[in-house]
């Protein structure tokens, strides 16, 4: 259950590493709208969900 536990917080800290990265990286280039942004978080969350740790 702790293993589990512990690979569900590695993907959750994944995810929030690399939707804050597009985030911000997006607040400086302006170069994707609301709508590209959903998809883009989308993407990140559906990604990391099916990897294996």
């Given at each position: 259950m702790?293993n ?44 990391e ?5």
């Open positions: 702790s589990e536990q512990s690979t569900q917080e590695k993907r959750i800290n994944a995810m929030k590493y690399k939707i804050l990265k597009a985030e911000q990286e997006n607040l400086k280039t302006r170069e994707k709208t609301t709508e590209q942004m959903v998809e883009t978080i989308r993407r990140i969350i559906t990604d969900a099916k990897k294996n740790y």
